[in-house]
C-alpha cells in the first residue's frame, strides 16, 4: 500500500527488482524484542549495496512508500516499524578499511555489535565504553545515542569520526567534521529520520581488559556522596533495588590483570536468577503485593556479596538483560540524579503504603556519560545520568506500568531530563524544542534531507514533526503515519 491505502503500481522492472531483494517469509511481521511493537510491512528485503539502497529510495518516493532498515529491533518503541519498505541490513556487514595508526575501524552499518567485537579483536582494537548488550547493528545503536557509563566516556554516536548517508532523495553524501558538518552532527543521531547510514568509521582504542568489581551498598551513602562514587572508577553504574534501600554498584577500570572470568553459578544465576525469578514476576501479576518481599529475597539470595571478575572489555561491558520488558529511561544533567532517584523512591515507597498502590519490579538502572557535541544525544552539551526503569513482562504477559511510567517521566521532566531514543516516551515537538538547542535545526534539516517523508514512521511523525507538518501529512491522505500516542501491541 502507499500512503493513501492504495496498492503500489510496480512497474515490470521494479517488481523484477524488488523481488530479487525479498527475503524471510511472504507474511513477515516484525517484532521488537520486547514484543511490545510490531508491523507488518508490504515487503521486507535485504539489500547489499549502496546502489541498490538508492534504487529502493528511488522506488519509495515514486510510490509515496515509506522506508525504514532495521537491525535486531532491541529497542523498545516503534523507531523501526513500518508498514510499506523494510531493509534487513544484515548483509551490509563487511569491514572497509583499518588503520592501525589512528585506532580507527570503518565498516558497513549493518554490522552487529558482537561481530564488531570481534573484527575489533583480531585488530587489537576495542570500543572505549558500550552498553549492556551486542546484538544491535552498528548503525542502529548511534542512531539512538546508546550509550554504556563513564564520567569521562561519551555514547556510542560521539565514537563515529565519518560517515556515509543516502538522504531521502537518493544522494550520497559523506559526513565528517571537515564535511557535511551539519549533517555529520545530526546524523550521527538521527532516529533514522535524514537517511540511510551504510557506512561509518569509529574512533576506537586499543584493546584492553577491564577489572570490574560489583559490591552491595546502601542507596542514601551513594546518593549523600555522589560525586564520589561516580568518579571512584572510570566506569560505575548502580542498580537500586525498588521498595529496598540495597543497591548493587559495579566499578570497572582498565587493568593488566590476567583473565578471571565472571563467576557465574547455573543454580544461583540462571536457575534461580533466571527461570524461577520469571515465575515468581508470573505469579505476582495475581498478587502484586508479594513483589517487594521477592526483590529483597532476589537482592539477598544473589546480590548481597562482592563479586569481582578480569575478562575483556567487551564482555565485561555486556550482561544478560533476562527477559522481554517494559522500560522507560531518561538522562537528566548528573548534579540532579540524587534528586531524581530521592523523588522517585519517595513515591515508591508512598505507593507500597497504599493497599491498592503500585508495586514495582527492580532494577532501577543509574549510569553516567559525558557531553558531546551530537545534536539529538541527551547528552549534547552536558554530561547526563541515564536513570532507567524497567518492568518485567514474564513470559511475554502484560503488567501494569503506566502510572509508573507517568510519575517517573514527570520527575524526570522537571529535573531537565531528556528520554532515551529508543525507548516510549511522552516527549513531543515543543517539548523537544525547548529540550535540546539544535532541534530545529534537525527538523530544518530533516525536511532538506527527506523533502517528500520517505523516512517518516508513526514514530518519526509523532515525536519530529511540527503539528503544520502532521497537519499537511493527513491532508495528502496519509494512512502509513498516524500520529497516534504510542499503543504496545500485545
Known amino acids: 500500500m502507499d500512503r493513501s491505502g492504495k496498492r503500489a503500481q510496480f512497474t515490470p522492472a521494479e517488481h523484477k527488482f524488488l523481488t530479487g531483494l525479498r527475503t524471510g517469509p511472504a507474511n513477515f511481521e516484525f517484532k521488537n524484542w520486547a514484543n511490545t511493537f510490531s508491523s507488518k510491512p508490504m515487503l521486507y528485503l535485504a539489500p547489499q549495496t549502496e546502489g541498490e539502497i538508492i534504487e ?72 572505549s565504553t558500550l552498553g549492556s548488550i551486542s546484538d544491535q547493528s552498528i548503525a542502529g545503536a548511534i542512531a539512538t545515542a546508546t550509550h554504556g557509563t563513564g564520567m569521562d566516556y561519551s555514547d556510542l554516536s560521539a565514537m563515529v569520526i565519518e560517515l556515509v548517508i543516502i538522504d531521502g532523495s537518493g544522494n550520497r553524501l559523506k559526513c565528517s567534521t571537515a564535511q557535511n558538518k551539519d549533517l555529520f552532527d545530526a546524523a550521527r543521531c538521527s532516529l533514522g529520520a535524514l537517511g540511510i547510514i551504510t557506512q561509518l568509521t569509529l574512533q576506537c582504542e586499543p584493546a584492553f581488559t577491564l577489572h570490574a568489581v560489583q559490591t552491595p551498598e546502601n542507596l542514601d551513602n551513594i546518593l549523600n556522596n555522589l560525586s564520589e562514587v561516580v568518579y571512584s572508577a572510570e566506569h560505575v553504574r548502580f542498580w537500586w533495588f525498588p521498595h529496598t534501600d540495597s543497591t548493587v554498584v559495579w566499578r570497572a577500570n582498565r587493568s593488566s590483570l590476567p583473565p578471571q572470568p565472571s ?59 533476562l527477559f522481554p520488558q517494559y522500560v522507560n529511561e ?40 559525558k557531553e558531546n557535541d551530537v545534536w539529538l ?19 511475554h504477559k502484560a503488567v501494569p506500568y503506566k502510572k509508573y511510567w507517568k510519575v517517573y517521566e514527570d520527575i524526570m521532566r522537571t529535573l531537565g531530563g531528556r528520554p532515551h531514543w529508543a525507548k516510549a516516551h511522552k516527549m513531543y515537538y515543543y517539548d ?46 496519509d494512512t502509513s503515519s498516524k500520529i497516534t500516542d504510542e499503543q504496545p501491541k500485545l
Open 432 to 477: 523537544l524544542l525547548d529540550a535540546y538547542p539544535k532541534f530545529a535545526d534537525f527538523a530544518k534539516l530533516r525536511a532538506q534531507c527527506d523533502p517528500n517523508n520517505v523516512f517518516v514512521n508513526d514514530y518519526i511523525a509523532r515525536h519530529l514533526l511540527s503539528p503544520s507538518e502532521q497537519a499537511d501529512l493527513l491532508a495528502a491522505g
Open 377 to 395: 544525544s541527551p547528552a549534547y552539551q552536558r554530561t547526563v545520568c541515564y536513570i532507567g526503569v524497567i518492568m518485567y513482562r514474564p513470559y
Open 263 to 321: 563467576p557465574e553459578s547455573f543454580l544461583r544465576d540462571r536457575l534461580y536468577g533466571f527461570h524461577y525469578y520469571q515465575l515468581q514476576l508470573y505469579k505476582a501479576r495475581f498478587n502484586p503485593d508479594r513483589i517487594p518481599k521477592l526483590t529483597e529475597e532476589h537482592f539477598s539470595n544473589r546480590f548481597d556479596r562482592r563479586i569481582e571478575w578480569v575478562d575483556d572489555s567487551f564482555k565485561v561491558f555486556n550482561f544478560d538483560c
Open 56 to 127: 529502493l529510495v528511488r522506488i519509495a518516493n515514486k510510490h509515496r512508500l515509506t522506508i525504514k532498515p532495521i537491525g535486531c529491533g532491541h529497542s523498545p518503541s516503534d523507531i523501526a516499524c513500518t508498514d510499506a519498505l523494510m531493509l534487513n541490513m544484515d548483509k551490509f556487514n563487511r569491514v572497509l578499511a583499518h588503520d592501525p595508526y589512528a585506532c580507527t575501524l570503518t565498516v558497513e552499518a549493518g554490522v552487529r555489535l558482537h561481530q564488531l567485537h570481534q573484527m575489533l579483536h583480531q585488530r587489537n582494537m576495542a570500543l
Open 330 to 369: 531518561w538522562a537528566v544533567p548528573w548534579e540532579n540524579a540524587a534528586e531524581a532517584l530521592r523523588q522517585l523512591r519517595i513515591w515508591i515507597n508512598a505507593q507500597a503504603r497504599d493497599p491498592k498502590g503500585v508495586r514495582v519490579h527492580f532494577p532501577v538502572e543509574v549510569r553516567f556519560v
